[in-house]
Each structure stands twice: as structure tokens, then as C-alpha cells.
């Protein structure tokens, strides 16, 4: 598994609003979506960034994950880490579902 973290160029919430349809269509088409979803302030008012968990062995997918993100296109992001990442503890569910 790949873990992304993108985080958010200082002032640039309105530019993540705007984008962020356009996002989450993107990243609902993807196969592969283990688990994503925004960092938040402090206050839990404003998002700062993003989080995601892809089911892949492969870096090239998760950089191409990244490369094809309308947030990263929009140029939203200050930095982009990509970590490969082994799952050990606990579960998560959908909060959607």
C-alpha cells in the first residue's frame, strides 16, 4: 500500500473549494481507493490538506495517482509525500456508508 499526503499551499482554501468536486469525482473513479479524506485545522473548520490509502504495490501508481489529482493540477499543493505503508493495527469503516 501507498500512503499520500498532500499538503496545502498557506491561504488557499478558496482554491480547494473550488477544486474540490472535480477531486472528489477523481478520486471515486479510481480503483484502488483504500481510504482518503482531508486534514483539518485545529478548529475542524478548514481543511489543510489530504490524506489517502492506495491498494498498490506499485509507486508509479501512486505518483500517477497524484499527477492526474485536479487538487495537484489546480496547483493547491505546497508539498507531496508518498510513502509506502504496511497496515498492522485496527480498522476502519466507511463513514459514508
Known amino acids: ?56 504495490q506499485e509507486r508509479s501508481v501512486a505518483e500517477a495517482f497524484v499527477d492526474g489529482d485536479p487538487y495537484n493540477k489546480a496547483g493547491l499543493f505546497d508539498k507531496v509525500e508518498i510513502r509506502r505503508w504496511s497496515h498492522l493495527i485496527g480498522s476502519l469503516s466507511d463513514p459514508n456508508s
Open 1 to 56: 500500500m501507498y500512503l499520500i499526503m498532500a499538503f496545502d499551499k498557506p491561504d488557499s482554501e478558496a482554491l480547494r473549494l473550488e477544486t474540490r468536486p472535480a477531486h472528489v469525482e477523481y478520486v471515486l473513479g479510481q480503483g484502488g481507493m483504500l481510504l482518503g479524506g482531508p486534514f483539518m485545522s485545529d478548529d475542524g473548520e478548514t481543511m489543510t490538506g489530504s490524506m489517502l490509502v492506495l491498494d498498490t
